[in-house]
C-alpha cells in the first residue's frame, strides 16, 4: 500500500506564505492527476487545486491567484505554494493522487495549516 507524505505545513501570519509538499512512499505509474484539499473544524473537505498529468491546473475561487499547484513528475511530487495567507485559509490540507487508469485513489494524512490575524 503506497502512502502519501506530506510536509510543510505550520504556524504563519496573515500574509505570509508556506510551500506544502506531498510525496509518495513508493513509485506510482499512471498517474491521472493529483492535488490538494482542505478541511476545517467543522466543515466538509473541499477542493484547493488539481493538477493533471499534461499540466492542465484547476484552482478553487477563494485561493486563485495567492496559491500556484505544481509538479515533480520524475519524483511524483506535488506542491503547493501558498501565499497572502488569510486566517480563513486555517485547515487541514491533504494531499490526493488518482490514477484511472490503473485504477487507485490515494490520500495523504494531512498537514495542519495555521494562519494567525
Known amino acids: 500500500q503506497v502512502q502519501l507524505v506530506e510536509s510543510g505545513g505550520g504556524l504563519v501570519q496573515a500574509g505570509g506564505s508556506l510551500r506544502l509538499a506531498c510525496a509518495p512512499s513508493?513509485?506510482?505509474?499512471?498517474?491521472?492527476?493529483m492535488g490538494w484539499y482542505r478541511q476545517a473544524p467543522g466543515k466538509q473537505r473541499e477542493l484547493v487545486a488539481t493538477?493533471?498529468?499534461?499540466?492542465?491546473?484547476n484552482y478553487a475561487e477563494p485561493v486563485k491567484g495567492r496559491f500556484t499547484i505544481s509538479r515533480d513528475n520524475a519524483k511524483n511530487t506535488v506542491y503547493l505554494q501558498m501565499n497572502s495567507l488569510k486566517p480563513e485559509d486555517t485547515a487541514a490540507y491533504y494531499c490526493?493522487?488518482?490514477?484511472?487508469?490503473?485504477?487507485?485513489?490515494?490520500w495523504g494524512q494531512g498537514t495542519q495549516v495555521t494562519v494567525s490575524s
Open positions: 493538477i493533471l498529468s499534461g499540466g492542465t491546473t
Open positions: 513508493g513509485r506510482l505509474f499512471g498517474i491521472t492527476g
Open positions: 490526493n493522487v488518482w490514477s484511472i487508469v490503473v485504477g487507485y485513489n490515494y
